[in-house]
């Protein structure tokens, strides 16, 4: 184990990039990617009217492999709540949320601290806090080590499976979301999605929505994503389990019955 000063060392410069790095606004980028045939709801549809969150948007509205739909209005993701307004506060519990899942370090969440709305309850799964720095340090560049570290670093896979475990118990919506809502959270969706039984190609699809809503330039892995980051996740979930079936139940845990409540109560 990394002495203590160098993992701290790595965490500060990693979460105040995240944090304080590219300027954020709510603008969006001129063109979404391309739809596949598995999306059943318009970009438009899909987004969070927030104005002060950015990144924000439903997660349902995808269609499946077996011809079912992902209920819509009840898992959401995003970047942070520490600018939440009043009014997108109220937003949110008019949307019944009950369970906000903050996937950020310690010092992220001290930095940057949720504004949780009236209704919801705050429940932390730090993704990489225990992470060995090289980890952390490849936040910086949010690249494929990153993505990879998603799957082998210590506490990842127990922080994704709370996520997933608090869509389940929630009497109402969920939202989860990182500091930008686009790794952490987008591999969080991606795992959310495949398990439902999406395609691929719309998992990338809703993957790539980040850049989006984050108006980023196509091929920047710090303001936006790249889908190579995406693929070395899956590539990761198939060196490690040797399929991402086996990674649902060896590495996030979760049982047959885990994953039939998530499908009762996403899928119509």
Same mark, same amino acid.
Request: hydrophobic share 35%; proline share 16%; charged share 20%.
């Given at each position: 184990m990394a002495p203590r000063p160098i993992r701290l060392a790595a965490a500060v410069a990693a979460g105040a990039l995240i944090v304080t790095? =590219? &300027?954020?606004?709510? &603008?969006? &980028? &001129?063109? =979404? =990617?391309a739809a596949t045939s598995s999306v059943a709801v318009d970009t438009a549809g899909r987004s969070l009217p927030l104005a002060s969150v950015q990144n924000a948007r439903d997660v349902g509205g995808y269609r499946t492999g077996d011809g079912r739909v992902v209920r819509t209005g009840l898992v959401f993701r995003s970047a942070d709540l520490s600018k939440l307004s009043d009014a997108d506060s109220a937003a949110l519990t008019a949307r019944s949320l009950r369970t906000v899942a903050d996937l950020r370090t310690g010092y992220e969440r001290a930095l940057s601290p949720d504004r949780i709305p009236a209704g919801a309850q705050l429940h932390v799964h730090d993704v990489i806090g225990q992470a060995p720095p090289q980890v952390m340090a490849s936040t910086l560049s949010a690249g494929n080590d990153l993505y990879r570290g998603f799957i082998t670093a210590p506490g990842a896979s127990e922080a994704f499976a709370g996520v997933l475990h608090d869509i389940v118990d929630a009497d109402g919506s969920v939202l989860f979301h990182c500091s930008a809502?686009?790794?952490?959270?987008?591999w969080t969706s991606a795992v959310l999605l495949t398990i439902l039984g999406v395609d691929r190609d719309t998992v990338n699809y809703d993957f790539l929505l980040s850049n989006y809503y984050r108006n980023a330039s196509e091929g920047d892995p710090l303001d936006g994503v790249v889908l190579s980051a995406l693929d070395s996740a899956f590539d990761q979930v198939d060196q490690s389990y040797g399929s991402f079936g086996n990674y649902v139940h060896d590495g996030l845990k979760l049982t047959d019955t885990d994953v039939a409540a998530l499908k009762a109560k996403l899928l119509a």
């Open positions: 790095g =590219p &300027a954020l606004g709510v &603008a969006v &980028a &001129a063109d =979404p =990617p809502g686009k790794d952490r959270t987008g």
